[in-house]
């Protein structure tokens, strides 16, 4: 045999058998925790003869491959007269199918390989197969089953014939591995020489690895952080420890960071598939632009028929041609085949070695990649590219919401129309009213002391099972629901019939936005406000009374109730369980105790921090001490504009210039024309500038641009990190403020948590996040060893502790406060 094959039973049928279109109905799916208590609901009533999740395991010849097939049957059955019967079990949060037709087939022939697989290994000539499918939603418990008989000469067939379909996807992967791990032996590192601190850096990478360990490496701008992960754990993969990676990130930029150093890997001789998932609304709309439509007709993929008959060979086709798998390529194959890209993107990371794409991917439960089996993240990597962005992403990912005027419009659009949905939207808008009346003299803002209210969750389910209803009605008559983005697979779903991305489910949520309804359609706020409820379930069960609290804000005759994620360590933690290691990094994971508090750090895992290969003399540093507080801004305005002016006119050149919000900006902007500023070239960053005008402005930095520029900036934002202008293309940078969070209410409630912890709550909710915005926005200034510029610090609470002792060393900040105006 030239090579063996170890798969397992569920992924081996998926693939064979997808066919058909790519759907977007709506089916409740089970959760994991409801689906093993319907398993073992279902196995309590076994007899002492019967067995329970037995392993089986078999060997298949196919040309010159050895198939390992594995599984674990849900139940072995033997009847009195010895007869055996295999049991597969399966859950589902919607209707049970009423006749064998409606269940699909995939889930046949799982049951028919482990079948297979215990016939060939007891010799026995025929065999009983049982599909039971269990309903989790209400009270569950209600069942039905089918049964099926086969002879082992039929499993055989069918089983060899599932083989016969995997075999070309195997065989590709085989020869691409024996590629990658040679080409991966011979690769030297891609630079010359490391730069400071690089080598350690990497050696680190590397033996947390090896370990099996977390590492939370502060590595600061400059050092070269992206290959400094990248390639260690490259060489993991040739090593055999690893088998793939991911790199994270929450920027474009940063994402486009990890292509660029693969590409100058595989310009040493790399041989590594590696895909970028690119945002949905993104690629898609890219996707029909190339074909000259104006998009996906009412939310459905253009691409949508047929897509299950056509994404094997399209995949075959991409890994046989390409390597480096981004957009361009992703739209020219999916072109090529009429396949979703992002579907195809979705589907290729389960075959790639190396997978770019943003955090949600792995940490949120809405969108996470869902066929991820145990070994398969045993033998992964995360690298999380500018950590210090994940603890506010990863709140957000596990908090939800409600907003009781939503359920009131939806009870007054159905009423006469959907008596359920009507029914049940008055029920929640009744408990959230209940809660809007309690306890009114404590003002706008109300802490549920008994957590997670019994009654507004119990009125949530039933109008989320209503909508589903009332949604998959309107469907089936005609209308059109959207595609998601990011979903996964159901216990009882289908496989053949949607992917990944493409099935709206109950535990599922758009990663891009909404329907694609009119927006005067009910049934366009029926949707939205379903997500909203099934949002609110999901986290609801990964509720943490110590680390989540719930709270109401009245707004006038409205409420909105939030189930806020204050401490994101312990399901971060969770969701990263069972891959091999994670590396966290970011030149601004500082104070380093305080990130790996939030990303949920143990006793065991590894940090570091990288001193900086730069030095104090490539800074002019100044300090300018105005105060920016809220109350003195209107007087700090004047002062600002002239000093930036000053600047400008004493050293030309182009600049950055932050700001803590646009409304400050603004301000500052047009104070900084008035004084003369007019005639300098300035830009403005706006909240709604495309992805074309933020390149543009980034352009404008470019080495072979003459004159000078200003950019006016917020921090915090898309220009204050993962950004790189070396060289001629910045010669100064000004930061107005401290960068702190705005009070309110939610970081009130952080503070009040961490102090309860025994941590400097203050700090905690506003000092370290604000003062991460401005390490980073002025880590933008010298990128290399070459570099020299100027650096103003505008705020006085720069010359106290904390803030003092949180400005890098490199800085020189403390080599004096200068308020003199010298530039």
């Known amino acids: 045999m030239r090579g063996t094959v170890t798969i397992a ?20 799916t089970a959760s994991l925790a409801d689906g093993i208590k319907a398993h073992q609901q279902v196995q309590e009533a076994y007899g002492e003869q019967d067995r329970r999740e037995v392993h089986l395991r078999t060997e ?53 390989c482990y079948a297979y697989m215990y016939a060939k290994t007891e010799d026995v000539d025929r065999i009983g197969v049982r599909m039971t499918y269990v309903e989790t939603r209400g009270d569950g418990g209600a069942r039905v089953s089918f049964e099926r008989t086969a002879d082992c000469e039929e499993l055989e067939r069918r089983v060899a014939g599932y083989v016969a379909s995997y075999a ?22 891609p630079y010359p020489s490391y730069r400071a601190g690089q080598r350690k850096l990497a050696g680190a990478v590397y033996r947390s690895i090896e370990a099996g360990h977390q590492l939370f490496a502060r590595a600061p701008t400059g050092i070269g952080k992206t290959m400094s992960t990248l390639y260690p754990a490259v060489k993991s993969i040739g090593g055999g420890t690893l088998s793939r990676l991911f790199y994270l990130t929450a920027r474009t930029t940063t994402r486009a960071s990890a292509e660029d150093a693969l590409r100058r890997l595989e310009g040493g001789g790399l041989r590594l598939h590696a895909v970028t998932i690119t945002a949905k609304d993104k690629l898609c709309a890219a996707a029909a632009a190339q074909a000259g439509v104006p998009g996906c007709a009412g939310g459905v993929c253009m691409y949508a028929e047929g897509f299950f008959d056509r994404i094997n060979g399209a995949i075959l086709d991409l890994l046989s041609h390409e390597t480096l798998m981004g957009k361009a390529e992703l739209l020219r194959y999916g072109a090529k085949h009429r396949v979703c890209p992002f579907e195809m993107s979705l589907e290729v990371a389960y075959a790639a070695d190396a997978v770019i794409c943003d955090y949600n991917y792995i940490f949120d439960p809405r969108v996470s990649l869902k066929r991820v089996a145990a070994e398969w993240k045993a033998s992964c990597a995360l690298l999380v590219d500018e950590a210090h962005n994940l603890p506010d992403r990863a709140r957000e990912m596990y908090s939800a919401e409600l907003t009781k005027r939503d359920f009131l419009d939806i009870a007054r659009a159905f009423k006469g129309r959907e008596a359920a949905v009507h029914a049940a939207a008055k029920s929640v808008d009744a408990a959230l009213l209940a809660i809007r009346k309690r306890d009114q003299e404590r003002g706008p803002h109300l802490v549920l002391a008994e957590g997670m209210p019994e009654a507004l969750n119990e009125a949530v389910e039933a109008f989320a099972e209503a909508a589903e209803g009332a949604l998959a009605g309107a469907e089936r008559s005609g209308g059109t629901l959207p595609m998601t983005s990011g979903a996964g697979h159901g216990d009882a779903q289908a496989p053949a019939r949607g992917s990944d991305a493409a099935v709206l489910a109950i535990g599922e949520t758009p990663e ?34 110590e680390r989540h609290i719930v709270y109401a804000e009245r707004q006038r005759s409205d409420v909105r109730i939030r189930l806020l994620c204050i401490d994101p360590s312990r399901l971060l933690r969770q969701m990263r369980k069972g891959y091999r290691s994670q590396i966290a990094f970011s030149a601004t994971l500082f104070p380093l105790g305080y990130y790996m508090d939030l990303l949920g750090a143990e006793e065991t895992d590894y940090s570091i921090s990288v001193a900086s290969p730069f030095n104090a003399a ?12 809220y109350a003195d801004r209107e007087a700090s305005l004047a002062p600002i504009a002239e000093r930036m002016l000053k600047l400008v006119a004493a050293r030309p050149g182009r600049y950055l210039f932050f700001f803590p919000s646009y409304a400050y900006m603004n301000v500052v902007y047009e104070t900084f024309l008035a004084h003369g500023g007019a005639e300098v070239r300035t830009m403005l960053q706006r909240p709604d500038m495309t ?13 072979t641009s003459a004159g000078m520029l200003i950019g006016f900036a917020v921090l915090g934002g898309v220009f204050s990190e993962g950004i790189d202008l070396a060289g001629d293309r910045l010669q100064g940078v000004a930061i107005v403020g401290v960068g702190m969070p705005q009070p309110s209410f939610e970081r009130d409630l952080m503070r009040t948590h961490y102090d309860a912890a025994g941590l400097p709550g203050f700090d905690y909710a506003y000092v370290y996040p604000g003062m991460n915005k401005v390490l980073q926005a002025g880590g933008r200034l010298i990128r290399t060893e070459t570099d020299t510029g100027v650096l103003l610090l505008m705020d006085d609470r720069y010359l106290r502790m904390p803030y003092r002792r949180l400005l890098p060393e490199e800085w020189g900040a403390d080599r004096e406060a200068r308020a003199d105006g010298r530039p």
């Open 9 to 28: 039973v569920r992924p081996l049928v998926e693939y064979a058998l997808r066919s058909g279109d790519l759907t977007s109905g709506f089916r409740q």
């Open 168 to 189: 070309p996807l195997a065989e590709l992967q085989l020869r691409h591995r024996a590629a990658r791990d040679d080409s991966i032996a011979k690769l030297a590192f």
């Open 618 to 629: 490539q800074w002019t540093t100044e300090i300018v001490p105005v105060s920016t507080r």
């Open 60 to 112: 298949i010849a196919h040309g010159e491959l050895l198939f390992v097939i594995e599984g674990r049957c849900d139940g072995l059955l033997t009847d009195a007269d010895g007869g055996v019967t295999i049991e597969e079990i399966k859950s589902t949060g919607g209707a049970l199918p009423g006749a064998e037709s409606e269940t699909p087939e995939v889930h046949w022939a799982q049951a028919y």
């Open 691 to 703: 992805e074309e005008e933020r390149d543009a402005y980034l352009s404008a930095f470019d080495a």
């Open 512 to 545: 891009d936005g909404g329907a694609a309804l009119a927006p005067d359609d009910p049934y366009a706020l029926l949707l939205e406000t379903y997500f909203a409820a099934v949002n609110w379930m999901r986290i609801g069960k990964l509720y943490d009374a």
